[in-house]
């Protein structure tokens, strides 16, 4: 092979290879143009694909009203809790809402999304929190509720021992009337009360009782309602159809008297002593003017010790009887002389 030859052959060589070297730098500038595309066109698919999905969160519901979204549903118990803690405060009874609190899942939509805190400010106003107490029971009639059993049984005490009576007296016995029951009840917490002694002093407060009073000649019906410490509108109230007509003696109609919501009556038993003051014995004496007396030994008294025992309501004495008594010293007696002597 000539010379001329070969460099012809090597030429075509070096031109094969650099058109070699074109297409893999183009085939590789197609790979990674590819590749880019693919990326593009999976995160337009992923775009699409994020714009479409549909938001859900949880729905606190009162009373079959949905009130706010929350993120979770741990976010609607902690919403509830604190609601609950903060109208309880430092009330010891169970404490709960009062509506119907249900939760769910729903897509939000447009709606916002609450935190906890903004969830209880949406929702504390919409809602009544009840706590567990103690209601003192008269009649059926819840006169006063306090926090717990407790408290009612002390308040019961308090108000017994304030008839008690002296340090000498010994308490028998001490009931309530009318029958005073301690029940339990659910209540909103404004409507509990810790203070006993404002509760004794709802227990003393006087209310009104019906009784019948019987008409007397010249009785008329402002009379009757003034000696009965009453208006006049409240007897025609408790007497409906006496207004406007006459009444007559010994017609019986309802008038309304003052009495505690609950009276205490207290048994005790006290010791006392006690002078017994003497007796006077007269006799008679001529050797005294006629319609003059004359003392003849001044006497002296004796002692006795004596028991008795008091039933009281409230603060009236109501009986006295004596049990026992005992005569330490008998009395002397004061004598007089009756004048039946003439006169000189």
Known sequence: MNTETHQDIQEA????????????????????????????LTGVLLLAAFGQRRHFARAVIVDGQTCCLVAS?????????????????DLPGEAF?????????????????????????????????????????????????????????????????????????????QTLEPEVSIGTV??????????????????????????????????????????HGIPVKELWELNPGLRGRTIHPGETITVGTAVPAVTVVTVTEVTRDETIEPPVKKRHSPAVKRGQTQVEAEGKPGKRTVTYRITTRNDKRVARDILHEEIVEKPQPRQLLIGTGDAS
């Open 97 to 173: 809402i009062k509506e119907k609190w249900e939760d769910a899942t729903e897509e939000v939509d447009d709606r916002p999304v609450l935190s906890i805190a903004e969830g209880v400010e949406a929702i504390r106003d919409k809602v009544t929190v009840h706590v567990a107490a103690a209601a003192i029971v008269v009649k059926g009639v819840n006169v006063a509720v306090l926090a717990s059993e407790e408290l009612a049984q002390r308040a019961l005490d308090t108000l017994k021992s304030q008839y008690i009576g002296d340090e000498s007296s010994k308490v028998i016995s």
């Open 13 to 40: 060589l070096r031109r094969a290879e650099r058109r070699a070297d074109r297409l893999e730098r183009a085939l590789r500038v197609h790979r990674i143009a590819l590749i880019i595309s693919s990326v593009v």
């Open 186 to 227: 659910d209540m909103p917490p404004d409507q509990i009360s810790t203070d006993i002694r404002h509760v004794v002093t709802q227990l003393r407060e006087t209310r009104r009782e019906p009784m019948p009073c019987v008409i007397k000649t010249g009785d008329y019906p402002e009379k009757i309602a003034k000696a």
């Open 73 to 89: 549903q741990k976010d609607v118990e902690a919403i509830r809790k604190q609601i609950i803690a903060a109208a309880k405060g």
